[in-house]
């Protein structure tokens, strides 16, 4: 890989809260208020979204909107396999966090044969099914489709065929079935689940580096234990969603959650995890300026954002002098 390639993804179809579309422009509000030129420096690719469908009335209780987020997912599995197959790096800001389905399968489409891994650094599990959601939003299903788990054992919904329908078709999107297997799956200070989600981590085994754990070892450390984890993984993918950071840095999200990441230590995370020169993508998720003030939530995410970068870049760097 030789460039970053920035993939913004306006959808907030998934979202329970309206106005996470909004976030990337927050992103670029804060890159202004702190004279960056991040947003000159990269080429960006938008991919679009259907959020007018919002206007329109939801036909899927257990999977809002899951017809048009499909083909939205479509779109951004297409955009994640082009830019690697270009030898780019994709940087993908995108609204709810359903989008990480489709750049897992834009990552799978275009490695097929190779293994990969995938760092969750976020408050919430987002393993639920159609047959499990206590809401209804897709956002919360991203892992569920990527690893092809409806989790029928704690079923406590009975989705329309319509639904199971395009479910499947989001668990088979890039390639047929699933995409990681969980013990290729690492969780970091998730700490806002629901029963049936408990249920099945457990069952899986899926390791969670719990905030006391975290602060006991620190961020390099931790990065170094989900390395040898995911050892056996020939690429891995890195997906931030803001909420993981505490709520007291965090009230511009949909979903806030106390006791998580404070800015420093997710800016140490990031770097020290992105320094791995088997990551292949790095996703950002779920700005939502409608409920912040002074656009706080999106300055530290920018924060974290220019870290991360910057250390994508570095390798990016290393990786050319090596080649030649």
Same mark, same amino acid.
């Given at each position: 890989?030789?460039?970053?390639?920035?993939?913004?993804?306006?959808?907030?179809?998934?979202?329970?809260?309206?106005?996470?579309?909004?976030?990337?422009?927050?992103?670029?509000?804060?890159?202004?208020?702190?004279?960056?030129?991040?947003?000159?420096?990269?080429?960006?690719?938008?991919?679009?979204?259907?959020?007018?469908?919002?206007?329109?009335?939801?036909?899927?209780?257990?999977?809002?909107?899951?017809?048009?987020?499909?083909?939205?997912?479509?779109?951004?599995?297409?955009?994640?396999?082009?830019?690697?197959?270009?030898?780019?790096?994709?940087?993908?800001?995108?609204?709810?966090?359903?989008?990480?389905?489709?750049?897992?399968?834009?990552?799978?489409?275009?490695?097929?044969?190779?293994?990969?891994?995938?760092?969750?650094?976020?408050?919430?599990?987002?393993?639920?099914?159609?047959?499990?959601?206590?809401?209804?939003?897709?956002?919360?299903?991203?892992?569920?489709?990527?690893?092809?788990?409806?989790?029928?054992?704690?079923?406590? *919904?009975?989705? =329309?065929?319509? @639904? +199971?329908?395009?479910? !499947? %078709? #989001?668990?088979?999107?890039?390639?047929?079935?699933?995409?990681?297997?969980?013990?290729?799956?690492?969780?970091?200070?998730?700490?806002?689940?629901?029963?049936?989600?408990?249920?099945?981590?457990?069952?899986?085994?899926?390791?969670?580096?719990?905030?006391?754990?975290?602060?006991?070892?620190?961020?390099?450390?931790?990065?170094?234990?989900?390395?040898?984890?995911?050892?056996?993984?020939?690429?891995?993918?890195?997906?931030?969603?803001?909420?993981?950071?505490?709520?007291?840095?965090?009230?511009?999200?949909?979903?806030?959650?106390?006791?998580?990441?404070?800015?420093?230590?997710?800016?140490?995370?990031?770097?020290?995890?992105?320094?791995?020169?088997?990551?292949?993508?790095?996703?950002?998720?779920?700005?939502?300026?409608?409920?912040?003030?002074?656009?706080?939530?999106?300055?530290?995410?920018? *924060?974290?954002? =220019?870290?991360? @970068? +910057?250390?994508?870049? !570095? %390798? #990016?760097?290393?990786?050319?002098?090596?080649?030649?």
């Amino acid at each position: 890989m030789k460039r970053i390639k920035l993939l913004e993804v306006r959808s907030e179809l998934g979202a329970g809260t309206r106005g996470a579309s909004m976030g990337i422009d927050a992103l670029r509000v804060a890159c202004l208020n702190q004279g960056s030129d991040y947003f000159r420096r990269f080429n960006s690719v938008v991919v679009p979204d259907l959020n007018h469908v919002l206007f329109d009335k939801n036909h899927f209780p257990f999977a809002k909107h899951i017809d048009s987020i499909l083909t939205v997912q479509k779109g951004i599995a297409n955009a994640v396999e082009q830019t690697l197959r270009f030898g780019e790096f994709p940087l993908v800001l995108a609204g709810d966090h359903s989008s990480a389905n489709a750049t897992i399968a834009g990552i799978k489409a275009t490695y097929p044969h190779k293994t990969l891994g995938v760092v969750w650094i976020d408050a919430h599990a987002d393993i639920h099914s159609p047959y499990t959601t206590p809401s209804g939003n897709v956002h919360g299903m991203p892992l569920a489709a990527a690893l092809g788990q409806d989790n029928l054992t704690h079923q406590r *919904n009975v989705p =329309e065929p319509e @639904t +199971e329908f395009f479910w !499947r %078709r #989001l668990k088979d999107l890039g390639e047929p079935g699933p995409k990681l297997t969980p013990d290729h799956l690492v969780y970091v200070v998730v700490r806002d689940t629901e029963e049936q989600e408990n249920a099945i981590i457990d069952q899986l085994g899926i390791k969670n580096f719990k905030l006391p754990e975290f602060r006991t070892k620190g961020p390099r450390q931790v990065a170094r234990e989900i390395y040898e984890q995911l050892r056996f993984c020939d690429m891995v993918y890195i997906s931030f969603d803001v909420d993981s950071l505490d709520s007291r840095f965090s009230k511009g999200t949909g979903t806030p959650v106390e006791l998580g990441l404070d800015v420093p230590e997710a800016i140490a995370l990031c770097r020290a995890l992105l320094e791995n020169d088997r990551v292949v993508c790095f996703e950002m998720v779920e700005i939502n300026p409608t409920l912040d003030s002074e656009n706080t939530m999106a300055n530290n995410a920018f *924060n974290i954002l =220019e870290a991360a @970068t +910057e250390a994508i870049e !570095r %390798r #990016l760097r290393l990786d050319e002098v090596v080649s030649r």
